[in-house]
C-alpha cells in the first residue's frame, strides 16, 4: 500500500474587482468578452427619458444599459480566481457604489477618450477611498484619439497609477488590463521607502 499521501488540492484565492468608467464605455462588453462564465447582467431597455438623462448622444446604437451590475469571472491560474463587478455607468446609480466596491482589491476604470468627464466620478472615488486602480482606455473602432500622456493630464492621475489601452471586445487585450491592474494592487502590500518631497500632481481636472 502506498503511503505516500496525495497533494491536498489548490484553492484559489477569490479576488474581487470592479469595472467601473461612464455611461456606454464597455464595461459590460469587457466582463462578457473575459468571463469563463455567463454573465450575470442586469440590463434594462434605455427609455426616450434615459436617453435624455444619460446623454446617448456619443452611442445612439445602445439600447440596452446595467441597472445594477454585470458579474463574471476568470480564472488567472491554479492561485487566483477573479470575480469581475461591473458597476453602472449612470450618476443616478452613484448610491450603489459602496456596496458594490466593498471588499474590492482594485478597480479597473473603463474610459472612452470622447467623453473624459464621464469617468471623473470613478476616478475621484477610488482615489478617495483608497483602491488600487488602472485607467483604460477603450479602442473605439480601434483607434486612439489622445495620447496617453494627454488623458493622464486631463485626469490628474500621478504616474504610479498606469494609463493603457484597452479593446473591450478583446478577451486577450481585457485581461492584460487585469494582469497589469493585479500588479498595481500588490505594489500597495509592499511598503514604500519614504521620499524627500511628493511629486506635484501631473495636471488638473478641467470643470469647463
Known amino acids: 500500500m502506498d503511503s505516500t499521501a496525495s497533494p491536498e488540492p489548490v484553492v484559489p484565492i477569490p479576488v474581487k474587482i470592479v469595472i467601473a468608467g461612464g455611461f456606454g464605455v464597455g464595461k459590460t462588453t469587457a466582463v462578457g468578452a473575459i468571463s469563463e462564465i455567463p454573465v450575470l447582467s442586469t440590463e434594462a431597455s434605455i427609455t426616450e427619458v434615459a436617453a435624455a438623462i444619460d446623454r446617448t448622444g456619443h452611442t445612439p446604437a445602445k439600447t440596452q444599459t446595467t441597472v445594477a451590475l454585470d458579474f463574471g469571472r476568470i480564472t488567472i491560474d491554479e ?20 456596496d458594490l466596491v466593498e471588499g474590492a482589491f482594485g478597480a479597473l476604470v473603463i474610459v472612452d477618450t470622447r467623453r473624459l468627464d464621464d469617468c471623473y466620478p470613478a476616478v475621484d472615488y477610488f482615489e478617495k477611498i483608497g483602491l488600487p486602480f488602472v485607467v483604460a482606455v477603450n479602442l473605439f473602432d480601434g483607434q486612439l484619439d489622445h495620447k496617453l500622456d494627454d488623458v493622464r493630464w486631463a485626469l490628474a492621475i500621478p504616474d504610479r497609477v498606469p494609463v493603457v489601452t ?6 486577450r487585450s481585457v485581461r492584460d488590463a487585469l494582469v497589469i491592474l493585479l500588479r ?7 511598503p514604500e521607502e519614504p521620499k524627500a518631497e511628493e511629486r506635484p500632481r501631473a495636471g488638473a481636472r478641467h470643470a469647463e
Open 79 to 98: 492561485e487566483i480566481k477573479l470575480y469581475l463587478f461591473g458597476t453602472p455607468g449612470q450618476d443616478r446609480f452613484g448610491f450603489m457604489w459602496r
Open 166 to 171: 484597452i479593446d473591450a471586445r478583446v478577451r
Open 184 to 190: 498595481r494592487a500588490l505594489e500597495d502590500l509592499v
